[in-house]
C-alpha cells in the first residue's frame, strides 16, 4: 500500500508555504512523545470556524473560476487548504491553486487535483463508503483521535489532514492503508512537536 506524507511543522506555517502538484514525498520518522493530549480539537475556535467557511467558499470561488470539467472537494484545517477532485486540463488545475490560494486566510494549499474525466456517481458513493470505514477505525484504534483530524477520499485515495505527532501521523497513515478498498494514502499532516501538543492542550483548559 502507497502512503504519500506532505508535512508541515506547526512553526512553518507562516507565509503561505505552497505545494503546487502535493507531490513531494517526505518521510515520517521517528517515534514523538505521548498521545495523552487528543482529546480535543487543537485547532483555535477562530480557526475551526474559519476552516467551515472556506470550504465553502473556496468552493465557490473556483467552481466560478472552472464552470465545466470540475469535481472539487475542498477541505480546510487550520486554514490549510487541501484540493481533491478531477479538472479537465493542467491550466485548470493552476487556476484552481491560484484561486485558493489568494482566498483570505488561506495559509497553504496542497492541490491534489487529478486531470482527467470527473468521477461518476458511483465512485463518489464508494469513497462516501470508505471515508466513513476510515473514521470508524480512526475512532476505535488507540492512541489515535480523529478530534485532530479531517479525513477526505476521492477515487479511492484517502487523505489525512489534521495537528497530530509524527507517531500519531504515522498510526493514522497505517490505519487508513488497512482499510479495504484504500487505494493509497496521501498525508497533509501539520505535525507537532510533544511540547508544542502540551502547550495547545493548555490552551483549551
Not at 512553526?11 to 513531494?24: E, K, M, P, R
Not at 487550520?78 to 493542467?90: D, M, P
Not at 458513493?125 to 476521492?154: F, P, Y
Request: net charge neutral; glycine share 6%; aromatic share 2%.
Amino acid at each position: 500500500m502507497r502512503i504519500k506524507s506532505i508535512i508541515l511543522s506547526l512553526s512553518a506555517v507562516t507565509l503561505g508555504v505552497t505545494a503546487l502538484s502535493g507531490c513531494v514525498p517526505v518521510l515520517i520518522g521517528g517515534a514523538v512523545g505521548t498521545t495523552a493530549f487528543v482529546t480535543t480539537d487543537r485547532r483555535t475556535t477562530g480557526a475551526q470556524m474559519a476552516d467551515e467557511v472556506m470550504e465553502k467558499r473556496i468552493h465557490y470561488e473556483i467552481s466560478q473560476a472552472i464552470p465545466n470539467n470540475l469535481h472539487l472537494t475542498v477541505t480546510s484545517y487550520n486554514r490549510r487548504i487541501l484540493l481533491t477532485g478531477e479538472v479537465g486540463s493542467e491550466s485548470d488545475k493552476l487556476t484552481a491553486q491560484r484561486v485558493a490560494q489568494n482566498s483570505l486566510e488561506v495559509s497553504s494549499v496542497v492541490n491534489e487535483l487529478m486531470v482527467g474525466p470527473v468521477s461518476s456517481v458511483t465512485q463518489r458513493m464508494s469513497d462516501s463508503t470508505l471515508a466513513g470505514k476510515v473514521r470508524t477505525q480512526l475512532i476505535t484504534t488507540s492512541g489515535v483521535s480523529l478530534n485532530q483530524m479531517k479525513v477526505t477520499v476521492d477515487r479511492g485515495i484517502v487523505y489525512l489532514m489534521g495537528l497530530v505527532t509524527q507517531e500519531e501521523a504515522q498510526k493514522a497513515a497505517d490505519i487508513a492503508s488497512r482499510v479495504p478498498g484504500t487505494k493509497s494514502v496521501v498525508t497533509a499532516f501539520e505535525v507537532l512537536s510533544t511540547q508544542e501538543v502540551q502547550e495547545l492542550s493548555l490552551i483549551h483548559i
